[in-house]
């Protein structure tokens, strides 16, 4: 089909499709632009035809300006705005090329390495348990079974009786409890026996006398202290408290020593009679 410019008579020969239904179209020798369609085109060629060839153009030639512009001229219409996602999901591409995701177990792995500045701190060595440790641990595990523990704490039982009166000069407070299981502990050695009380009248006065006998029961001779003598009231109370000299300074082992006291006119409330060592104690309280 051939298509003339309405400004400069300009010719172009483009096929019929090109144009559809009408576009406009732009001369390339004078920009000059245009809405062409298919039945004005024929129309304008059939007028050509009519009034003969253009002036300077021979029999079977073409005019000069024929063909001079260029098919791609022609203006398109307007495309149509295309979506933000032309492709649709299920035909887009993979990101990562088909069989590139899987791993590659021969390729060399990436060793990050270490600085040299930075000095490596070798690792200790977890070594298993030799033969001799376990030979140990069987002993340590039977050592503290039951049974054995048992033993062991009656020896430490006996022990503690057999040698109650070391325990008691380390730990005074022990006392009270082997007296409470009625195994009293005697630190010094010395014991009093067949303690008793006589009420005499002389020159009518009344006379209490207290007699009895001391005892070394331990296999060297012992320093015998002064003694004490205490007179206690029907509520227990202490209403009266003297003091005496043993007839001996000391006593040889297993010997007895007898001994006699006396106090005139005692208190009358008085019910017993206490006697032990003088002590440091009776010191400071004045007697």
Not at 61 to 82: E, L, R, V, W, Y
Request: proline fraction near 11%.
């Amino acid at each position: 089909m051939l298509i003339v410019c309405p400004t400069c008579d300009t010719s172009y020969q483009i096929k019929p499709a090109a144009l559809g239904a009408g576009r406009q179209v732009r001369c390339s020798h004078c920009k000059n632009t245009w809405f062409a369609t298919a039945e004005s085109m024929m129309e304008e060629a059939a007028v050509l035809s009519v009034s003969g060839p253009a002036p300077g153009a021979g029999p079977g030639q073409t005019p000069d300006n024929f063909g001079s512009g260029a098919i791609g001229d022609i203006i398109p219409p307007p495309a149509a705005p295309q979506a933000d996602n032309p492709f649709t999901v299920a035909n887009a591409p993979p990101l990562v090329p088909q069989g590139q995701h899987e791993t590659d177990d021969t390729a060399p792995k990436f060793d990050p390495g270490v600085p040299d500045h930075v000095e490596a701190i070798p690792q200790p060595r977890v070594r298993p348990p030799r033969a001799d440790q376990k030979g140990r641990r069987g002993v340590a595990r039977r050592l503290f079974s039951l049974p054995m523990l048992i033993v062991v704490f009656a020896a430490i039982l006996l022990g503690a009786l057999n040698w109650r009166a070391s325990m008691v000069r380390q730990f005074p407070q022990t006392a009270s409890l082997y007296a409470a299981i009625g195994l009293p502990v005697n630190l010094r050695g010395l014991f009093f026996e067949n303690v008793r009380t006589i009420a005499e009248v002389h020159d009518g006065v009344t006379v209490l006398i207290v007699e009895g006998t001391i005892v070394n029961l331990t296999t060297r001779t012992l320093e015998v202290p002064r003694l004490r003598l205490s007179l206690r009231n029907g509520l227990g109370h202490e209403v009266y408290a003297w003091t005496a000299l043993p007839p001996k300074a000391t006593l040889g082992s297993g010997n007895g020593l007898p001994f006699r006291a006396r106090l005139a006119s005692p208190p009358p409330d008085g019910r017993d009679v206490i006697v032990r060592f003088f002590n440091r104690r009776d010191a400071v309280a004045g007697l």
